[in-house]
């Protein structure tokens, strides 16, 4: 990929934070809610990639590693409460699930 | 840069080694045998914050820079550290006063509560981005899971479901904007970070903005909070009070360093800041008026505190540390003693934390009450408590921020003005005679009095002994270089 710039990384990376960032707020369901947040943290990723290719140093690559290894364990623990929430309600819209208001 | 040469110094690492082995006990202990009773455990984990406590003490007098330069050990972190033992030990023991709080896997909780503190430990040293994301993650993973543990009450559900779908878009911003610093220096450490803030470029601008949306999102200030309220309430009592003090003092170290290692005095990225923190005073102050149940309005109260807790930072200058560290230490004691009367009063049940059933407290219980009376009296800032004299210093230092400054100190007045009259309303309940009212559920064992007196002595040494404090001012003066 020597021909392609850091640029269109660059575009690429914020357009999928920013498909990230409306998902989240557009969708109700918790599970597709998550899955916009990873497409945010994997935005992060290209980025730290693509800055750390440019500038030849490692520190950007680790950076990657080690966000994929947190979401991975984020992607557990988070889909353990939406079961946990799920097998109390049936149901996981979370406009529905708001006892705590005010 | 090379992989060679990873530069480890034991003796820095000796408290977070110290922790995770209490942490890996508590859970073979568990795994032991069923039959060991709750109290052990949880004194594991006391046991293994005095001995962070001890292996800090060499520490003194040494700071230095280990891991290559990621992670810092300074009377700066000191001190943070020492706040987090203080919250994790207070927290392990009101957890250990009934089933209700741990969901009955005393084991996995306590050891969960220990981890969490090292990720605390982690972003007090945090000197480059990879180290403070990892911090963050550490403290917010475990949190997520603790919040959900009083899970056969639903509200604990909701609270964990909502922390953690919030806790995570906010690490999204934290890592986006990360990226983007990085794009923009070069590296990861904050000095290379500083040098770019220097000549700051469009990618600075928006990475900077994006990092400081995701930390307001940690420390819940507005108009990143909406998640606070519910989560403190829903959560378990203990883990209400570890999140409003130690996450807060965790992330605010973050924080500090940050504006202090990167701008080094008052700089135009951290107007949005200064805005944040102006809101948070107004938003958690106004907020608390109505609230009925006193976790949620401790809640409240904590968005408000974050915002005052900004303005220390108002002017970058180096009392601004120590205003911050005297302030923090005494929302601490009196936070914790707060929610240790709660505990105190509690009996496991909901109905403990509705304000209806303080109502004539006084005459039922005369010294929970007066305790109680004491901590409201220190968050509202009444002359002779801790957060009195936490407040003068925080004027001071908004008066030396320019005009962002004074706009901060007018909300400071303005806020507190407020909060007389939400803590005054609780406190004037609790001393008003009481007819028709459900009694409050009197719970009365010995291992909350213990932080209930703590907080008390705390709350009334620092308001009426400040002068121990400021003595100690020309070392935290320095404390980041």
């Known amino acids: ?102 | 840069m090379s992989f060679q040469g990873v530069s480890i110094s034991w003796p820095v690492l000796a408290p977070i080694v110290a922790l995770t082995a209490g942490g890996l006990l508590v859970l073979l202990v568990d795994l032991a045998s069923k039959a060991i009773p709750r109290g052990v455990l949880y004194g594991i984990g006391v046991a293994s914050c005095v001995a962070a406590f001890v292996t800090m003490l060499p520490l003194y007098g040494q700071e230095q820079v280990t891991l290559n330069g990621a992670f810092a050990s300074d009377r700066f972190s000191w001190m943070f550290d020492a706040l987090l033992l203080l919250t994790l030990a207070v927290t392990l023991v009101l957890s250990s006063l009934r089933k209700a709080e741990d969901g009955g896997n005393a084991g996995a909780y306590a050891a969960l509560l220990i981890f969490c503190t090292i990720g605390g430990f982690v972003m007090a040293g945090a000197d480059n981005l990879i180290i403070i994301f990892l911090g963050i993650e550490q403290l917010s993973l475990a949190l997520y899971v603790l919040a959900g543990t009083g899970f056969p009450r639903e509200a604990s559900q909701e609270a964990a479901l909502k922390y953690v779908l919030l806790g995570s878009l906010a690490s999204g911003f934290l890592i986006f904007g990360s990226a983007l610093l990085y794009g923009a220096s070069g590296g990861v450490s904050l000095g290379a970070i500083a040098r770019a803030a220097a000549a700051p470029q469009g990618l600075f601008v928006a990475g900077f903005a994006l990092f400081l949306v995701g930390l307001s999102f940690k420390l819940a200030l507005t108009p990143f909070h909406t998640w606070a309220p519910d989560v403190y309430e829903g959560s378990p009592l203990a883990i209400t009070a570890y999140m409003s003090v130690a996450v807060k003092a965790a992330a605010f170290a973050i924080l500090a360093r940050v504006a202090y290692t990167v701008f080094g005095h008052d700089s135009v990225a951290l107007i949005p800041l200064w805005g944040v923190a102006i809101l948070s005073m107004l938003v958690g102050n106004l907020g608390a008026i109505r609230q009925t149940n006193l976790k949620r309005l401790l809640g409240y109260s904590s968005i408000a505190q974050a915002g005052y807790i900004v303005v220390a930072l108002a002017g970058v200058s180096p009392g601004g540390l120590a205003a911050m560290l005297f302030y923090l230490t005494a929302y601490a004691f009196t936070t914790l003693g707060a929610f240790a009367v709660m505990a105190l009063l509690g009996d496991g049940s909901d109905t403990y934390a509705e304000l209806a059933s303080y109502r004539g407290l006084f005459f039922r219980r005369p010294w929970p009450a007066a305790a109680m009376a004491l901590f409201f009296f220190s968050l509202a800032g009444i002359p002779a408590t801790a957060g009195f004299y936490g407040k003068v210093l925080l004027l001071q230092q908004a008066f030396g921020g320019g005009p962002w400054g004074i706009g901060m100190a007018i909300a400071l007045v303005f806020g507190t003005l407020v909060s007389f009259y939400v803590y005054g309303k609780v406190v004037w309940d609790m001393y008003a005679p009481a007819e028709g009212v459900a009694a409050v559920p009197s719970g009365n064992a010995l291992a909350p009095w213990i932080a209930v007196v703590a907080g008390a002595a705390g709350t009334l040494v620092f308001g009426v002994l400040p002068q121990l404090f400021y003595a100690s001012q020309p070392f935290l003066t320095a404390a980041v270089r």
Not at chain 1, 76 to 96: G, H, N, P
């Open chain 1, 1 to 102: 990929m020597p021909g392609v710039p850091l640029a269109d990384y660059l575009a690429v990376a914020s357009a999928l934070f920013a498909v990230g960032v409306i998902g989240f707020l557009l969708r109700r369901n918790p599970i597709t809610m998550l899955m916009a947040i990873e497409l945010m943290w994997n935005a992060g990723n290209l980025a730290f990639a693509a800055f750390a290719r440019t500038f030849v140093d490692f520190s950007g690559q680790i950076f990657v590693f080690i966000v994929v290894t947190v979401a991975a364990a984020e992607a557990a623990i988070a889909l353990a409460i939406v079961v946990m929430v799920f097998r109390r309600r049936r149901d996981v819209d979370v406009d529905e699930i708001s006892e705590l208001r005010g």
